[in-house]
């Protein structure tokens, strides 16, 4: 299922990034480049981040930034960023945060069967540390397990 979505174009691995607006425009990118979102979905992630916090920051170096279908998305998406040395999002039992997956939804509904997929995933402490590493290969490896 994730390899659906989960393409080579769609991660990104780099060292650092400057602040964790960066680390979201920069995840958020392939599914920009690809129609799947437009620039006010990251806008949209971006204020209400000011408004309320990391509200997608989700475990212990793991974020989803998302945001409503009606704020820009034009269908259903998920790109991975990581950032092998991590980014300060604000969240403190969280921070600092290496695994990055940019999810976009169509509707409330038709996104249901991916997010199992991820949360499966993200279900194994093994896996965060190793997509936290930054390498490709083992990145493609978990990623085709689920």
């Not at 971006?46 to 475990?59: C, S």
């Not at 300060?88 to 940019?102: A, C, L, M, Q, Y």
């Not at 997929?117 to 896996?127: F, P, Q, R, T, V």
Request: proline share 4%.
């Amino acid at each position: 299922m994730l390899t659906d979505y989960l393409t080579k174009e769609r991660i990104h691995i780099c060292d650092t990034v400057a602040d964790w607006q960066q680390a979201v425009t920069l995840s958020a990118d392939p599914l920009l480049k690809q129609g799947v979102i437009s620039q006010r979905y990251i806008d949209e992630i971006i204020a209400e981040h000011g408004r309320t916090g990391p509200y997608y920051v989700l475990a212990p170096g793991v974020a989803m930034p998302h945001s409503r279908p009606e704020n820009g998305s034009n269908g259903i998406g998920l790109s991975l960023l990581v950032i092998r040395q991590g980014i300060n999002f604000g969240s403190e039992d969280n921070d600092p945060v290496k695994v990055i997956f940019f999810l976009a939804a169509k509707d409330a509904d038709s996104h249901i069967a991916l997010i199992s997929s991820l949360a499966e995933l993200l279900d194994d402490e093994e896996n965060i540390a190793l997509l936290a590493t930054g390498n490709r290969d083992t990145i493609d490896t978990i990623i085709q397990r689920y």
